[in-house]
Antibody, heavy 118, light 109 residues
Framework: VTLKESGPVLVQPTETLTLTCIVSGFSLSDPRLGVGWIRQPPGKALEWLAYIFSNDEKFYRKSLKNRLTISKDTSKGQVVLTMTNVDPVDTATYYC???????????WGQGNLVTVSS | QSALTQPASVSGSPGQSITISCTGTNSDVGGYNYVSWYQQHPGKAPKLVIYDVTKRPSGVSNRFSGSKSGNTASLTISELQAEDEADYYCSSYTSSSTVFGTGTKVTVL
């Protein structure tokens, strides 16, 4: 099982951030599993952002719900997170991870450090 | 979705046992038996070491154990080793989301 994030390293304030997670070793249609996005600002704690289950049910962090969209392409093994209107406070390493909201995340990608700056 | 509260740091000598607490509310930790713990070494992705309060994923040392009482969950690391020096985060399910803890830095003296 592997997950790998890809996306920009630098994003301008007010722009839209798009991150892609490519998974292998398991199927995004596995009825027991889903994929989540978690971020970690430099030197700070983990923060859960969004989650998509195998049946396409989606869940979002309440405080960011109006800025986040999560989607998946099962045939390509990809999960995409978009975040609109980014701000310097969104500077963080963004991780995708396999698992469930209840049982935790058992496999994680290496992370994609995104800096929001003009 | 306030973060769960963890002590900023815990330390111990090799061979000792340490316990990290994770305090939430009856809407998260106290309301469900869905607490997970993660170990994170500097510059690395988190690694799941405990899920469902007490269960260990395959391959995780049995020196790691979890428990819960009321709104507080705990992670105990027994026979502390140098490789256990890392940051540790708890997380809990809560109403169609999950919340992480503030993180604890474990130092092996």
């Amino acid at each position: 099982v592997t997950l790998k994030e890809s996306g920009p390293v630098l994003v301008q304030p007010t722009e839209t951030l798009t991150l892609t997670c490519i998974v292998s070793g398991f199927s995004l249609s596995d009825p027991r599993l889903g994929v989540g996005w978690i971020r970690q600002p430099p030197g700070k704690a983990l923060e859960w952002l969004a989650y998509i289950f195998s049946n396409d049910e989606k869940f979002y962090r309440k405080s960011l719900k109006n800025r986040l969209t999560i989607s998946k392409d099962t045939s390509k093994g990809q999960v995409v997170l978009t975040m609109t209107n980014v701000d310097p406070v969104d500077t963080a390493t963004y991780y995708c991870a396999r698992g469930t909201l209840e049982g935790g995340f058992d496999y994680w990608g290496q992370g994609n450090l995104v800096t929001v700056s003009s | 979705q306030s973060a769960l509260t963890q002590p900023a740091s815990v330390s111990g000598s090799p061979g000792q046992s340490i316990t990290i607490s994770c305090t939430g509310t009856n809407s998260d930790v106290g309301g469900y038996n869905y607490v997970s713990w993660y170990q994170q070494h500097p510059g690395k992705a988190p690694k799941l070491v405990i899920y469902d309060v007490t269960k260990r994923p395959s391959g995780v040392s049995n020196r790691f154990s979890g428990s819960k009482s009321g709104n507080t969950a705990s992670l105990t690391i027994s026979e502390l080793q140098a490789e256990d020096e890392a940051d540790y985060y708890c997380s809990s399910y809560t109403s169609s989301s999950t919340v992480f803890g503030t993180g604890t830095k474990v130092t092996v003296l």
